[in-house]
């Protein structure tokens, strides 16, 4: 019945249009009155995106429409609405669910703005589309299991809404997928496993409510941020994903130890903070990342010397112990070290000679150990005031 309406309304508003106004096909022309119909720019903007957008011109002039010749017939191929600069302050209104009539559309995206409704289902008739950006606006409701149908579909960017419900599993099969990016809304459930999307490489869900174990994820991925979660469970299955170059899993209730062949990957960040990892960590060879965070878990154990070619590292508010290995003060006083933070452990060893003076460029913490502190440098201030750790705490850390 809906479908039935939305003919209509195209039929209505293609016979509206003026004998040879425009080139363009009828009905692409009639979508285009229909979205614009919907959609309004924001009051305020200095930019204002529909000033273009009179259909006594050829529709394919307008601001933001890309047409091409297909068949022998000029065809809406990207629809870009509202102007992407920090001049506009993007459009308000809904997406009308008409635009699932552009049938040759490849690209279709909204600036961000202001707009609202649920993603109209009618997309998944759009089996040409290959990039699909909705981020920054204020668009609700669920994610249609429809998308399963874009087979084509490379990005699919919907973060930074208020979009609800699970993650569908059609899309985590969806075969041409290389970006997928649902951060920023209010999703919950558990995730699909992605082992059988062989083009995904970057995967980004971070801020939602999401639960349950890491899934299955494909080999081909290279960027994974499901940051500030509530997923659990062990990070076992990171080992494997041999192109993996950024991983961001903090905030979460992730358990378990850290498996010793991640640090084998390609890695220029890591950021497993704030969890409930536990156990020694044993990479075994040097780590060469910019950014490793590993703080506020429960990790144990000695600190490894190879940790001391990474630039910037927070292994602090864990329980390692013993003495810091000789490499990192080398490496703090070189510079090849810009922040070392160490706070809040069981260290009883940080091996610098205290007339030695710091780079101005590093950035120590080492309070709040089993040991007297060498120099003295400036903490976070949630490292708190206390200088060392008290002694009844230290036999048994």
């Not at 091996?351 to 780079?359: D, E, G, R, S």
């Not at 590093?362 to 060392?388: D, K």
């Amino acid at each position: 019945m809906a479908r039935l309406l939305i003919l209509r309304f195209l039929i209505a508003l293609a016979i509206s249009v003026a004998p040879g106004s425009c080139q363009l096909y009828a009905n692409d022309v009639a979508v285009l009155k229909a979205v614009r119909s919907w959609l309004s720019d924001v009051s305020g903007s200095k930019e204002v995106f529909f000033a273009s957008w009179d259909f006594d011109d050829d529709p394919c002039s307008f601001d933001g429409v890309l047409c091409d010749i297909i068949d022998g017939e000029e065809r809406v191929v990207a629809l870009n609405l509202g102007v992407a600069s920090g001049s506009s302050l993007g459009l308000k209104g809904q997406l009308h669910p008409a635009v699932g009539s552009l049938t040759e559309l490849v690209q279709l995206s909204l600036a961000p703005g202001k707009v609202t409704g649920p993603i109209p289902g009618t997309i998944s008739e759009l089996v040409n589309l290959q990039n699909l950006g909705l981020s920054h606006n204020l668009l609700a409701g669920v994610i249609p299991t429809g998308l399963s149908a874009l087979k084509q579909l490379t990005t699919l960017d919907l973060s930074f809404n208020r979009i609800s419900g699970s993650v569908p599993a059609e899309l985590a099969a969806l075969p041409s997928l290389f970006m997928l990016n649902l951060g920023h809304n209010r999703l919950s459930g558990t995730l699909p496993p992605f082992a059988s999307a062989g083009a995904l490489e970057h995967l980004d869900m971070n801020r939602n409510s999401l639960s349950g174990s890491l899934p299955s994820l494909p080999p081909s991925l290279s960027y994974l941020n499901l940051a500030n979660n509530q997923l659990s469970g062990g990070i076992d299955s990171l080992a494997w994903l041999a192109k993996i170059t950024y991983v961001d899993l903090s905030h979460n209730r992730l358990s378990g130890g850290i498996p010793s062949l991640l640090f084998a990957a390609p890695l220029s960040s890591l950021f497993l903070q704030r969890n409930l990892l536990f156990g020694p960590v044993s990479p075994p060879q040097l780590v060469t990342l910019t950014t490793l965070d590993l703080s506020f878990n429960q990790l144990s154990g000695s600190i490894s010397p190879f940790f001391a070619f990474v630039q910037n590292l927070y292994l602090n508010n864990n329980h390692f112990a013993g003495p810091v290995p000789r490499e990192f003060i080398d490496r703090l006083l070189s510079s090849a070290i810009q922040t070392l933070f160490l706070q809040h452990n069981f260290l009883t060893d940080f091996p610098l000679n205290p007339k030695q003076a710091l780079p101005l460029t590093a950035s120590l913490c080492i309070q709040y150990n089993c040991m007297m502190m060498p120099v003295e440098s400036p903490c976070p201030l949630n490292a708190g005031t206390e200088r060392i750790r008290p002694p009844s705490q230290c036999h048994h850390p």
